[in-house]
């Protein structure tokens, strides 16, 4: 399958970052805290202790933050929607299924997730996909009604409550 050109970053109709790096702050605030309770407990200071968990934290939450951004990401633009490290040309979408509603489990919710993820991220809303070829997968947002206006826009038509398509 191709894959998204430089050219398309121009024509960015929706974009979702995996996650901040503002969790990085979470390092130095670990490493303060440990000299802080050092100091409280009427210690002396030894700097290596919150050197280490500042490096630890912040490394570990580096390394979270890195595949988060590569593999929960969400870009559209009018020829490819890129989920994770997935990209599906939009030419390809055929239709998109209604919402779930209610306490009935609509059968796209059982297909595939697009990305190399096993199934949506957390923190998203499934969005029911016809693909060309009769598959059927999931797309995925934060915001996914969002992402769904922009597919509409872009052609890939809403099939109504009783399409079994």
């Known amino acids: ?5 430089d050219a398309d970053a121009e024509q960015i109709l929706f974009h979702e970052v995996g996650a901040s790096w503002w969790w990085l702050l979470l390092g130095p605030f670990a490493g303060g805290s440990i000299a802080a309770m050092q100091l409280w407990s009427s210690h002396r200071l030894d700097p290596l202790v919150p050197a280490v968990f ?8 580096g ?3 890195k595949a988060a951004r590569l ?3 969400v870009e559209l633009t009018p020829e490819y929607l890129r989920q994770g490290t997935e990209s599906v040309r ?5 239709g998109m299924y209604p919402e779930a509603k209610g306490a009935d489990v609509p059968l796209w919710q059982s297909c595939r997730a697009l990305g190399e993820l096993t199934g949506v991220p957390r923190g998203r809303t499934g969005i029911g996909v016809k693909l060309a070829g009769d598959r059927t997968a999931q797309a995925w947002a934060r ?3 969002g992402l769904r206006a922009q ?3 872009l052609g890939v038509r ?5 399409d079994d398509e």
């Open 54 to 61: 500042l490096v630890l934290v912040t490394g570990f939450l």
């Open 71 to 73: 593999h929960t990401s």
């Open 1 to 5: 399958m191709d894959a998204p050109t």
């Open 151 to 153: 597919l509409e826009a």
């Open 158 to 162: 809403q099939f109504g409550e009783d």
């Open 90 to 94: 939009v030419a390809d979408m055929i």
């Open 63 to 65: 390394l979270q933050v």
């Open 143 to 145: 915001r996914h009604r």
